[in-house]
């Protein structure tokens, strides 16, 4: 069997070191003049995909960003961490403000059949949103066996087995190839970019493509009614005995 055709998702999100501001009308985050980068577990499906083509599994690694003509910097980093080929699914205004899950999933789905991808690798949630649905939704819309909270890779003939992180411990389970995939934190450590690989990336291809072109339709499923800070925490105070806590725990109702 030839090595592996793998499809990434790359989404980009406002750093994780940015300390993120509501805007004044509350419909959503300030994004104007912010940090942005790849969605950190999206960077580790990424090396995994690499890790794999370096030890043989995978071809090719095709990665793929639904957003803004500024989602083409996320793609080059992409390009030079070790991906072959980049798909730039072109959403730009007010459609990529509401663009959802589900049609992410259809679009990473539709480029799974046209690509004849054999494992699609996305992070397990972005962290802008922490929906934690794409993946399950792609297995859903393809009708492919998933491996979600992936701490551990391994292809076996055609199947790949994988252990999960669960509420309860580790999960092992087996998956029959083609699939879907979600990586934890756990799952490895990326690397960055080196100087020749940016230089090189470069000189890779992007496709531009729009959802239109692959027949998704993007219109929002829900609306967002308000994004407001969570409130502030309060001051907690000291307490000199048990007769006094419970005092104090009656006085705000909880006993």
Not at 86 to 103: C, D, F, N, S, W
Not at 217 to 231: G, Q, W, Y
């Amino acid at each position: 069997m030839s090595g592996l055709r793998v499809l990434v998702g790359c989404k980009r999100v406002i750093d994780y070191a940015v300390k993120v501001r509501v805007r004044p009308d509350k419909t959503g985050v300030v994004t104007e003049g912010v940090k942005h980068s790849m969605n950190p577990f999206d960077e580790i499906a990424l090396e995994e995909a690499v890790r794999l083509k370096e030890k043989s599994v995978a071809s090719e690694i095709v990665v793929v960003s639904c957003g803004p003509k500024q989602c083409q910097e996320t793609l080059r980093t992409a390009l030079a961490v070790g991906a072959d080929r980049a798909i730039h699914v072109t959403v730009e205004g007010e459609e990529y403000e509401q663009l959802q899950p589900l049609a992410v999933a259809k679009i990473i789905a539709k480029l799974a059949q046209q690509e004849k991808t054999d494992l699609v690798i996305l992070g397990k949630q972005a962290i802008d949103d922490d929906s934690a649905q794409t993946g399950q939704m792609v297995a859903g819309i393809l009708g492919w066996p998933q491996a979600t909270f992936a701490s551990k890779l391994l292809k076996e003939d055609g199947y790949l087995k994988v252990t999960r992180e669960v509420d309860g411990g580790l999960e092992h389970i087996k998956v029959k190839l083609p699939a879907i995939v979600t990586a934890d934190l756990r799952l490895n450590e990326p690397r960055y970019a080196t100087l020749p690989n940016i230089m090189k990336a470069k000189k890779k291809p992007i496709i531009t493509l729009t959802p239109k072109d692959l027949g998704v339709d993007t219109s929002p499923r829900f609306s967002v009614l308000s994004v407001e800070d969570p409130p502030q925490r309060e001051a907690g105070s000291k307490v000199a005995n048990v007769d006094e806590l419970i005092a104090k725990l009656k006085a705000v109702g909880v006993v």
